[in-house]
């Protein structure tokens, strides 16, 4: 490998040509600060628009300063990363920034863990000059059901829309307008509503202020609380434990279910379940599906729909409505573990403690932003009543633990309630990419094959990569798997599954890189990739852990199917646990 | 006998179209249409004197020719031989009339290399081109020499870049060349953005063909068979003429497979701006030609790397190919000849502003700025006195006296505080506010930033507020220090050529017109009279008659006094619009 | 989602379809495409945006990133006697900014803006190449030279009835 010496801050380095100034600076433990740049090593993700020129440092020999997040190391290059000239010139910009932003911090939902906020503590920032005359560019407020767009507080790092066109491949949003006025923004300046969004939340995961954020359940959440006529039943996604922690300050990777679930006994809802529960029955719902396809297919139907789908990431559902809506009778019709959930409680549970629907409110902490919009989709009711009211992410209800003073670091672990906080190991790893399949093919394997499984893990459906492959043995059937997150990998697969030439028997896709721990809903990561693969060991690990690692071993879900739903796709199953998609794509209509 | 009418935008402004009309109609009428030959050439320079007819071959030169003369001139001229005294151009000293343009001071110090066929030749008319040895260079390069070989021989000329930076354009395209790829191409830099610049347009307004023999030359020189004329959408006429020219080119066989059977392929396609001034920068403009926003991005890699589709790419400007054909035919030596030491050739300036001869020049380089000013330029308008001269646009500086005398070159005018730009000279008397003039400038790039990098798209804002608080009198001594602060800032930090030189006209006006900036801080006065927040109006009551106009005319009611009294200004209700002034038979409306 | 539906005629959408496949529907044409369309409709609607997005295959977000950067794209109809002020520097010196002000005046508009009648709109652009007449007014395609405010009524007058 090439390499080139050069000296930063009077200290010599060798490094590999090629390396950014700021990468090699940081080698050396200089940390170079900045706003625009951010890169998910392990998810090849970067975004390095140069934009921000809060990095800038002074190269011997160069007329003006250079942009350390992308300016390359060159033999002998003298750099300087503090002299007074680029500590003045960071600052100044520095004050630029700030002079078109608004001074909100007490009452900015990011407030706390703001990068911009961060970078006016570190640089000292004590005064922004001309403020009587600066003007402030502005821009309209716009509230989805999951997403708060608030561009007067955005910085155009492009970090939303690299995430949202590379690596999503969405194209919801776009730089718009230009100069003072330019901004981040989907098409005509419209709502995101009216845009083909999914509400993957991956542009507000990286967000480095207070432009994009979720829309704040808790308020809601609190008033059903103190209503004494409700039921109030929780459920918690698998990634959620992975990562609540880090809120408190935990190491990244610590996993709290037992915390968790006590700390919602204290919160005081009525019931502490856990989504888990529900992810089990959607492998019993989507695995029969699938070997039921594999096995019409297998007898010679033509007309059988092959690959099958997973079904349980609403971000990625919204994104084959809007851009794949000929494929919609491809993905399994399974609801997902949200909606499994919020059916089966306000049924099956609902009717065993004797209450109403309409008196029992379910509420969901979700790693997702995309859940809330899912909750109020209109087929999701009864009467207007929805299965899931309300949803908030890992990060609202870490900020509702610490409203309730709960000692969150001291609390005992508890256990989730039952019949419905009982689940496997299975369940536990949807919250990684390829767990869902994997948890699948342990069910699938078991009942295809009759036998039982010597090994539950299939490492070969595990990893970072964006496409995975793996041909599972089914006893002489070789089952072809596919695995895609991040919304541009689904992008690839489905165009073969368009165009008739995909090899697969069934494909996992997960709207988030990584998959839920890396969801909108979780605490941010601000760009450090180890946060995330940290957050999916403690999922394989809490996994290992459990002596049930198989959905169909979970004896509440033999209990649901025995007492209630009869067996797997069964009429009543359908009804309630399966749905179907639309074509949302844009209609252009003739006028008449 | 030919009669060559000026197609410039200019003149065409003033209804050259019209004179072209009807000399045609007066020469039918004569019978005399096949003699006669009447052409519409491109600007002949002297924009100011247009609409401009010139007779050949005895070189008449008549100025501001109306339509209305045609007969006059058909009657006298054609068919009398003698010439239309009226219509001549009358030596503002000497008060003679001169008819050989060679002997008027605006060309008597000019050598046109870039514009030598521009007002001699019909644009639309490719054996005109020929005739002056059009086609003639690229069949040398093509016949008589490898690419090296050309590539040398601009090397050797000394030929810099005309759009501004004055790269030096044979190590440009000797990097290009050197670059391997499958496919390269060649861009021509038409964009022009410039604010008072109207050079490029007259060379492909006027001499299309020479834009494309250059590119074609290029494109053997580097190993390139595509061309693009990146041209802004604003200039219609010279669009038309290059798709005439193209069209006829091909015809030719000059443009396509196999070009003067040496198997030598090269074509050219249009792609038009949309008007933004970013676009001439180059990185800009190739993602402008990709169809995306003009953001530009960091350098390296520069074009010649990476640029158009990523594939290496050599963008000149339309000056700098205009002079290569002559180059090659006549020789590196001899464009060395000419010029400065570091600076060869000649140099194309839009001279304008408050100047007598408003034209368009070709001096050589080392020319003074007082011999374009006083001797070409005719010097200033109204017998006013000369306060400064603009040089290079948004990104250049104001000279003044003490620059008179400086040659004019690339280095010569960064030393003195502006630059070369792409030539546009715009010359100010003693009523222009220098402040009010970097105000503008600034107005101008707040406008046109991309709005990517932070410094370019907030700084360039808060310099503008901050001038324009100064000239309403409210600036401070800290506030002219801090304006000298981000402007270094911005220079150090922006992203792109444009905010990196963006502070040029506040920091050159500081330098050379620092008590004006003092006069507006400290004593809260425009010298130039330009700032109406600075002005006072009142009423010299011995001039004074009382016969109430001014008091009728003022909209806010800031005037009395009695009828045949002398009349009184309020200076607390005056809102300074100067109607009293305007209104006053007596000039006893004084203003300070 | 998107429950917007776009309505146009048929006739527009055909001839949207056809400017974009002169270009072979090629996403990199997408200035190209939106030039033609201007040239034809006038103006840029978010109608016109959303069909040219379809058939170049791209986001329109991207395509409204587009139009929303260059000034000469416009989502607003024009005046039917469009009026551009230069405010190239040559024109800015010789008192362009106070012809401007008096077009506003009369006409009760800002830059970028058309009369409520729809006769005229106001906008200003940078040198047009006749800087010998500065300062220069286009009125459609008629270029007035060397105009001092004084004259703007009078050149309104050209277009009265
Ligand atoms: C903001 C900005 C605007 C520019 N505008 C133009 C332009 O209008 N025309 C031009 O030829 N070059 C322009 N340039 C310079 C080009 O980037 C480029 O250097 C030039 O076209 C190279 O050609 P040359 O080497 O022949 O000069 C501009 C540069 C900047 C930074
Ligand atoms: S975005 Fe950050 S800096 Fe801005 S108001 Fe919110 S917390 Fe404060
Ligand atoms: S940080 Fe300052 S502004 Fe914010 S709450 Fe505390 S005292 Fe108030
Ligand atoms: S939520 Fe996802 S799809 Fe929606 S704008 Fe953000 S990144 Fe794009
Ligand atoms: S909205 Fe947030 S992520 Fe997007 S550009 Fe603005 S600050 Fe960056
Ligand atoms: S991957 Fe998980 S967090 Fe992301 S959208 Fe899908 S369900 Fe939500
Ligand atoms: S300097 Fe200005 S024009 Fe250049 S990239 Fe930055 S914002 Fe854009
Ligand atoms: S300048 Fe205008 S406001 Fe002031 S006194 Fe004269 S007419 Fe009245
Ligand atoms: S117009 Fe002049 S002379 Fe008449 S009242 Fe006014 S100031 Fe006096
Ligand atoms: S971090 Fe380098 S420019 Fe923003
Ligand atoms: S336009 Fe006619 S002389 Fe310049
Ligand atoms: S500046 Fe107005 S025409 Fe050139």
């Given at each position: 490998?090439?390499?080139?010496?050069?000296?930063?801050?009077?200290?010599?380095?060798?490094?590999?040509?090629?390396?950014?100034?700021?990468?090699?600076?940081?080698?050396?433990?200089?940390?170079?600060?900045?706003l625009c740049h951010?890169?998910?090593?392990?998810?090849?993700?970067?975004n390095k628009p140069g934009g921000c020129r809060i990095?800038v440092?002074?190269?011997?020999?160069?007329?003006?300063?250079?942009p350390?997040?992308i300016?390359?190391?060159?033999?002998?290059?003298?750099?300087?990363?503090?002299?007074?000239?680029?500590?003045?010139?960071?600052?100044t910009v520095m004050e630029f920034i700030l002079s078109d932003h608004p001074?909100?911090?007490?009452?900015?939902?990011?407030?706390?863990?703001?990068?911009l906020?961060?970078?006016?503590?570190?640089?000292?920032?004590?005064?922004?000059?001309?403020?009587?005359?600066s003007e402030m560019s502005t821009y309209r407020?716009?509230?989805?059901?999951?997403?708060?767009r608030d561009l007067d507080k955005c910085i155009m790092c492009r970090r939303c829309e690299m995430?949202c066109n590379?690596?999503?491949?969405?194209?919801?949003l776009s730089g718009i307008n230009r100069g003072f006025t330019a901004a981040v923004a989907p098409a005509f300046e419209?709502?995101?509503?009216?845009?083909?969004?999914?509400?993957?939340?991956?542009?507000?995961?990286?967000c480095p202020t207070?432009a994009l954020?979720?829309?704040?359940?808790?308020?809601?959440?609190?008033?059903?609380?103190?209503?004494?006529?409700?039921?109030?039943?929780?459920?918690?996604?698998?990634?959620?434990?992975?990562?609540?922690?880090?809120?408190?300050?935990?190491?990244?990777?610590?996993?709290?279910?037992?915390?968790?679930?006590?700390?919602?006994?204290?919160?005081?809802?009525?019931?502490?379940?856990?989504?888990?529960?529900?992810?089990?029955?959607?492998?019993?719902?989507?695995?029969?599906?699938?070997?039921?396809?594999?096995?019409?297919?297998?007898?010679?139907?033509?007309?059988?729909?092959?690959?099958?789908?997973?079904?349980?990431?609403?971000?990625?559902?919204?994104?084959?409505?809007?851009?794949?809506?000929?494929?919609?009778?491809?993905?399994?019709?399974?609801?997902?573990?949200?909606?499994?959930?919020?059916?089966?409680?306000?049924?099956?549970?609902?009717?065993?403690?004797?209450?109403?629907?309409?008196?029992?409110?379910?509420?969901?902490?979700?790693?997702?932003?995309?859940?809330?919009?899912?909750?109020?989709?209109?087929?999701?009711?009864?009467?207007?009543?929805?299965?899931?009211?309300?949803?908030?992410?890992?990060?609202?209800?870490?900020?509702?633990?610490?409203?309730?003073?709960?000692?969150?670091?001291?609390?005992?672990?508890?256990?989730?309630?039952?019949?419905?906080?009982?689940?496997?190991?299975?369940?536990?790893?949807?919250?990684?990419?390829?767990?869902?399949?994997?948890?699948?093919?342990?069910?699938?394997?078991?009942?295809?094959?009759?036998?039982?499984?010597?090994?539950?893990?299939?490492?070969?459906?595990?990893?970072?990569?964006?496409?995975?492959?793996?041909?599972?043995?089914?006893?002489?059937?070789?089952?072809?798997?596919?695995?895609?997150?991040?919304?541009?990998?689904?992008?690839?697969?489905?165009?073969?599954?368009?165009?008739?030439?995909?090899?697969?028997?069934?494909?996992?896709?997960?709207?988030?890189?990584?998959?839920?721990?890396?969801?909108?809903?979780?605490?941010?990561?601000?760009?450090?990739?180890?946060?995330?693969?940290?957050?999916?060991?403690?999922?394989?690990?809490?996994?290992?852990?459990?002596?049930?690692?198989?959905?169909?071993?979970?004896?509440?879900?033999?209990?649901?199917?025995?007492?209630?739903?009869?067996?797997?796709?069964?009429?009543?199953?359908?009804?309630?646990?399966?749905?179907?998609?639309?074509?949302?794509?844009?209609?252009?209509?003739?006028?008449? | 006998?030919?009669?060559?009418?000026?197609?410039?935008?200019?003149?065409?402004?003033?209804?050259?179209?019209?004179?072209?009309?009807?000399?045609?109609?007066?020469?039918?009428?004569?019978?005399?249409?096949?003699?006669?030959?009447?052409?519409?050439?491109?600007?002949?320079?002297?924009?100011?004197?247009?609409?401009?007819?010139?007779?050949?071959?005895?070189?008449?030169?008549?100025?501001?020719?109306?339509?209305?003369?045609?007969?006059?001139?058909?009657?006298?001229?054609?068919?009398?031989?003698?010439?239309?005294?009226?219509?001549?151009?009358?030596?503002?000293?000497?008060?003679?009339?001169?008819?050989?343009?060679?002997?008027?001071?605006?060309?008597?110090?000019?050598?046109?290399?870039?514009?030598?066929?521009?007002?001699?030749?019909?644009?639309?008319?490719?054996?005109?081109?020929?005739?002056?040895?059009?086609?003639?260079?690229?069949?040398?390069?093509?016949?008589?020499?490898?690419?090296?070989?050309?590539?040398?021989?601009?090397?050797?000329?000394?030929?810099?870049?005309?759009?501004?930076?004055?790269?030096?354009?044979?190590?440009?395209?000797?990097?290009?060349?050197?670059?391997?790829?499958?496919?390269?191409?060649?861009?021509?830099?038409?964009d022009?953005g410039?604010?008072?610049?109207?050079?490029?347009?007259?060379?492909?307004?006027?001499?299309?063909?020479?834009?494309?023999?250059?590119?074609?030359?290029?494109?053997?020189?580097?190993?390139?068979?595509?061309?693009?004329?990146?041209?802004?959408?604003?200039?219609?006429?010279?669009?038309?003429?290059?798709?005439?020219?193209?069209?006829?080119?091909?015809?030719?066989?000059?443009?396509?497979?196999?070009?003067?059977?040496?198997?030598?392929?090269?074509?050219?396609?249009?792609?038009?701006g949309a008007g933004a001034f970013v676009c001439g920068e180059?990185t800009a403009l190739i993602h402008s030609?990709?169809?995306c926003r003009g953001e530009p991005t960091n350098?390296?890699?520069?074009?010649?790397?990476?640029?158009?589709?990523?594939?290496?790419?050599?963008?000149?400007?339309?000056?700098?190919?205009?002079?290569?054909?002559?180059?090659?035919?006549?020789?590196?030596?001899?464009?060395?000849?000419?010029?400065?030491?570091?600076?060869?050739?000649?140099?194309?300036?839009?001279?304008?502003?408050?100047?007598?001869?408003?034209?368009?020049?070709?001096?050589?380089?080392?020319?003074?700025?007082?011999?374009?000013?006083?001797?070409?330029?005719?010097?200033?308008?109204?017998?006013?006195?000369?306060?400064?001269?603009?040089?290079?646009?948004p990104s250049?500086?104001?000279?003044?006296?003490?620059?008179?005398?400086?040659?004019?070159?690339?280095?010569?005018?960064?030393?003195?505080?502006?630059?070369?730009?792409?030539?546009?000279?715009?010359?100010?008397?003693?009523?222009?506010?220098?402040?009010?003039?970097?105000?503008?400038f600034l107005d101008f790039t707040v406008e046109e930033s991309c709005g990517k990098c932070s410094p370019c798209r907030i700084g360039n804002k808060r310099l503008y507020e901050?001038?324009?608080?100064?000239?309403?009198?409210?600036?401070?001594?800290?506030?002219?220090?801090?304006?000298?602060?981000m402007?270094?800032v911005i220079k150090?930090t922006a992203l792109c050529g444009l905010g990196q030189t963006s502070p040029?006209?506040?920091?050159?006006?500081?330098?050379?017109?620092?008590?004006?900036?003092?006069?507006?801080?400290?004593?809260?006065?425009?010298?130039?009279?330009?700032?109406?927040?600075?002005?006072?109006?009142?009423?010299?009551?011995?001039?004074?008659?009382?016969?109430?106009?001014?008091?009728?005319?003022?909209?806010?009611?800031?005037?009395?006094?009695?009828?045949?009294?002398?009349?009184?200004?309020?200076?607390?209700?005056?809102?300074?619009?100067?109607?009293?002034?305007?209104?006053?038979?007596?000039?006893?409306?004084?203003?300070? | 989602?998107?429950?917007?539906?776009?309505?146009?005629?048929?006739?527009?959408?055909?001839?949207?379809?056809?400017?974009?496949?002169?270009?072979?529907?090629?996403?990199?044409?997408?200035i190209?495409?939106?030039?033609?369309?201007?040239?034809?409709?006038?103006?840029?609607?978010?109608?016109?945006?959303?069909?040219?997005?379809?058939?170049?295959?791209?986001?329109?977000a991207k395509v409204y990133g587009v139009v929303s950067f260059y000034s000469f794209f416009?989502m607003?109809?024009?005046?039917?006697?469009?009026?551009?002020?230069?405010?190239?520097?040559?024109?800015?010196?010789?008192?362009?900014?106070?012809?401007?002000?008096?077009?506003?005046?009369?006409?009760?508009?800002?830059?970028g803006?058309?009369?409520?009648?729809?006769?005229?709109?106001?906008?200003?652009?940078r040198?047009?190449?006749?800087?010998?007449?500065?300062?220069?007014?286009?009125?459609?395609?008629?270029?007035?030279?060397?105009?001092?405010?004084?004259?703007?009524?009078?050149?309104?007058?050209?277009?009265?009835?």
């Open positions: 490998m090439e390499t080139v010496k050069l000296t930063i801050d009077n200290k010599q380095i060798e490094v590999q040509k090629g390396t950014t100034i700021l990468k090699a600076a940081r080698e050396m433990g200089i940390d170079i600060p900045t951010m890169e998910l090593h392990d998810l090849k993700i970067e990095c440092v002074e190269v011997q020999g160069r007329r003006n300063l250079a350390a997040c300016t390359k190391c060159d033999e002998g290059m003298v750099v300087r990363t503090h002299n007074p000239r680029v500590l003045n010139a960071r600052r001074k909100d911090c007490l009452t900015c939902p990011k407030s706390g863990r703001c990068e906020q961060d970078m006016a503590v570190r640089l000292g920032i004590r005064d922004i000059p001309h403020q009587d005359i407020l716009d509230t989805s059901p999951s997403i708060i995430m590379e690596v999503q491949t969405v194209g919801a419209q709502n995101l509503e009216y845009s083909t969004c999914t509400y993957c939340g991956q542009c507000v995961a990286v207070g954020t979720e829309v704040d359940h808790t308020p809601e959440v609190l008033r059903a609380l103190a209503d004494p006529s409700k039921t109030v039943v929780v459920q918690t996604a698998p990634a959620v434990r992975a990562a609540l922690g880090e809120e408190f300050g935990m190491e990244p990777g610590t996993s709290v279910t037992g915390k968790m679930a006590a700390a919602l006994r204290a919160l005081g809802f009525d019931y502490v379940f856990d989504t888990d529960f529900a992810a089990d029955l959607t492998i019993m719902e989507e695995g029969t599906e699938l070997l039921g396809r594999v096995d019409k297919f297998l007898k010679g139907d033509k007309n059988v729909k092959l690959p099958i789908l997973t079904s349980c990431c609403p971000g990625w559902i919204n994104f084959f409505e809007n851009n794949f809506p000929e494929l919609k009778d491809v993905p399994s019709t399974a609801k997902s573990p949200q909606q499994m959930f919020g059916a089966i409680a306000k049924t099956y549970f609902a009717d065993k403690i004797n209450i109403k629907r309409e008196d029992m409110v379910v509420v969901s902490v979700m790693p997702c932003l995309a859940k809330k919009y899912e909750r109020q989709r209109p087929e999701f009711s009864v009467n207007g009543n929805p299965d899931v009211d309300y949803s908030i992410s890992t990060r609202e209800l870490a900020s509702f633990i610490k409203q309730a003073n709960i000692d969150f670091l001291n609390l005992s672990d508890e256990e989730f309630d039952r019949p419905l906080g009982e689940s496997t190991g299975a369940a536990v790893i949807f919250g990684n990419t390829g767990g869902v399949i994997e948890a699948a093919v342990r069910t699938a394997y078991e009942l295809y094959t009759g036998k039982k499984l010597d090994k539950v893990d299939f490492e070969q459906l595990r990893g970072m990569e964006g496409v995975r492959k793996a041909t599972i043995d089914f006893n002489g059937l070789p089952l072809n798997i596919g695995i895609a997150h991040g919304l541009s990998n689904a992008r690839k697969l489905l165009n073969d599954v368009k165009a008739g030439k995909s090899e697969f028997h069934a494909i996992e896709i997960m709207a988030c890189p990584g998959g839920c721990i890396g969801g909108g809903g979780q605490p941010l990561h601000h760009g450090d990739s180890s946060i995330l693969m940290a957050r999916a060991k403690a999922i394989y690990d809490e996994d290992a852990s459990k002596t049930l690692r198989k959905s169909h071993e979970n004896p509440y879900i033999k209990q649901l199917y025995d007492e209630f739903l009869g067996e797997p796709n069964s009429e009543k199953a359908h009804h309630l646990l399966h749905t179907h998609y639309f074509d949302k794509k844009k209609k252009i209509i003739v006028k008449q | 006998m030919h009669l060559l009418v000026c197609g410039g935008t200019g003149c065409r402004a003033s209804e050259s179209d019209l004179i072209v009309e009807n000399l045609k109609k007066e020469l039918e009428e004569k019978g005399l249409q096949n003699e006669v030959q009447v052409i519409m050439t491109g600007c002949f320079g002297f924009c100011e004197k247009g609409p401009i007819v010139k007779v050949m071959p005895d070189n008449t030169f008549y100025v501001q020719v109306k339509p209305e003369d045609a007969p006059i001139i058909v009657a006298e001229h054609v068919i009398k031989g003698r010439k239309v005294t009226r219509l001549l151009y009358t030596d503002p000293t000497k008060k003679e009339h001169v008819s050989d343009s060679k002997h008027m001071g605006f060309y008597r110090k000019q050598i046109r290399i870039a514009l030598r066929n521009c007002g001699f030749i019909n644009p639309e008319n490719i054996d005109e081109y020929i005739a002056r040895e059009g086609y003639q260079a690229l069949g040398k390069a093509l016949q008589e020499m490898t690419s090296a070989q050309v590539v040398d021989e601009i090397k050797k000329s000394g030929l810099r870049g005309r759009g501004g930076g004055g790269f030096p354009t044979g190590l440009k395209w000797e990097i290009a060349s050197k670059n391997k790829a499958d496919q390269k191409y060649v861009v021509c830099n038409a022009e410039d604010p008072g610049a109207f050079m490029d347009r007259s060379v492909l307004e006027g001499d299309p063909h020479s834009v494309l023999e250059s590119m074609a030359i290029c494109g053997y020189a580097i190993g390139a068979t595509k061309g693009l004329i990146y041209i802004r959408a604003e200039y219609p006429l010279a669009i038309k003429r290059l798709q005439i020219a193209i069209a006829q080119a091909r015809e030719y066989g000059l443009l396509g497979n196999d070009i003067f059977g040496t198997g030598f392929d090269f074509d050219i396609e249009l792609r038009y180059e030609m990709e169809g350098k390296p890699p520069f074009p010649a790397e990476s640029g158009f589709l990523g594939k290496p790419t050599n963008v000149n400007n339309v000056e700098t190919f205009a002079s290569i054909p002559v180059i090659m035919l006549k020789g590196a030596e001899w464009f060395a000849s000419i010029g400065t030491e570091k600076s060869k050739g000649t140099k194309v300036f839009a001279l304008a502003g408050k100047i007598n001869n408003v034209g368009l020049i070709e001096v050589p380089m080392g020319t003074t700025l007082r011999e374009v000013i006083f001797e070409i330029g005719g010097g200033i308008k109204n017998g006013k006195k000369f306060k400064a001269v603009q040089t290079g646009g250049g500086g104001c000279l003044t006296e003490k620059h008179l005398d400086v040659p004019i070159d690339f280095d010569n005018l960064i030393a003195a505080g502006s630059m070369m730009g792409s030539g546009g000279m715009i010359v100010m008397d003693e009523d222009d506010c220098m402040v009010s003039i970097a105000k503008y901050l001038l324009d608080h100064i000239t309403k009198g409210n600036g401070t001594m800290a506030d002219l220090d801090s304006l000298k602060n402007c270094y150090d040029n006209p506040i920091l050159s006006t500081m330098n050379n017109f620092w008590d004006e900036y003092l006069a507006h801080v400290v004593d809260k006065k425009c010298p130039a009279g330009q700032c109406r927040d600075l002005m006072m109006y009142s009423i010299n009551a011995e001039k004074c008659v009382g016969c109430t106009a001014c008091a009728r005319a003022c909209p806010v009611g800031a005037i009395s006094g009695e009828r045949k009294e002398p009349h009184s200004i309020n200076p607390a209700i005056c809102i300074k619009c100067g109607a009293c002034f305007e209104k006053c038979k007596f000039n006893a409306v004084v203003i300070n | 989602m998107s429950s917007i539906k776009i309505e146009l005629r048929k006739e527009d959408i055909d001839k949207i379809n056809e400017v974009c496949a002169s270009f072979n529907n090629e996403p990199l044409e997408l190209n495409v939106l030039h033609k369309c201007q040239e034809h409709f006038g103006y840029l609607p978010a109608e016109v945006q959303e069909v040219v997005a379809e058939q170049l295959n791209i986001p329109v416009t607003t109809p024009h005046g039917k006697h469009p009026i551009s002020i230069c405010m190239g520097t040559a024109c800015y010196v010789r008192g362009a900014e106070k012809v401007l002000e008096e077009f506003k005046k009369e006409l009760g508009i800002q830059v803006q058309t009369t409520p009648d729809g006769k005229f709109s106001l906008s200003s652009l040198c047009v190449g006749a800087c010998g007449l500065a300062p220069v007014v286009l009125v459609g395609e008629k270029t007035y030279g060397r105009v001092a405010p004084d004259d703007v009524k009078k050149i309104l007058k050209d277009y009265e009835g």
